[in-house]
């Protein structure tokens, strides 16, 4: 019997280019890109991603749904509208990503609340991210007027 590479307590059965040997599927979930560097075309990673993407979604939608509605509660449509909005580009940005970070997120949520303040507050150059939201959400700005909330 062919131990498990990561933790040889249970039999290895799927074949791990990272470990150069046999790990067992537990191990293969638990800890692929967390504590095991895979490849990006190892099988096991795209078809695991995609499994939990899916679980993670059908989990989370409920939350999701009822985030939304506290936040037209307690905020206006306008506030759906531009959390709709960051919700939209951040998934279209990262979706097809592997190596996105939270930090790059803060950072352009960030860099957007300084460019619409109404006090300028110098700044380095926009990240990357930074520059794409706030590309998008100028365009939804002028393609959805009524949904912008008065700056004055």
């Known amino acids: 019997m062919s131990q498990c590479a990561y933790c040889t307590q249970r039999k290895g059965k799927r074949p791990c280019p990272a470990l150069a040997g046999l790990i067992c599927s537990q191990c293969c979930g638990e800890h692929r890109i ?3 560097s895979c490849p990006a075309d190892c099988i096991y990673l795209e078809s695991g991603s995609d499994y939990q993407q899916k679980r993670l979604a059908v989990q989370f939608m409920p939350v999701r749904r009822d985030f939304y509605r506290e936040l037209e509660e307690l905020g206006s449509k306008k506030a759906v509208a531009l959390f709709n909005l960051v919700e ?6 990262f979706h097809s990503r592997r190596d996105g970070q939270d930090a790059e997120i803060v950072a352009a949520l960030q860099a957007l ?3 619409l303040s109404p006090l300028h507050v110098p700044a380095g150059a926009m990240p990357v991210f930074a520059e794409h939201l706030k590309k998008e959400y100028d365009t939804f ?3 959805n007027p009524q949904d912008i909330a008065d700056m004055s």
Request: net charge positive; no cysteine.
């Open 34 to 36: 967390v504590r095991v």
């Open 141 to 143: 700005k002028k393609q």
């Open 88 to 93: 939209v580009v951040i998934f279209g940005y």
């Open 113 to 115: 609340r300084r460019t």
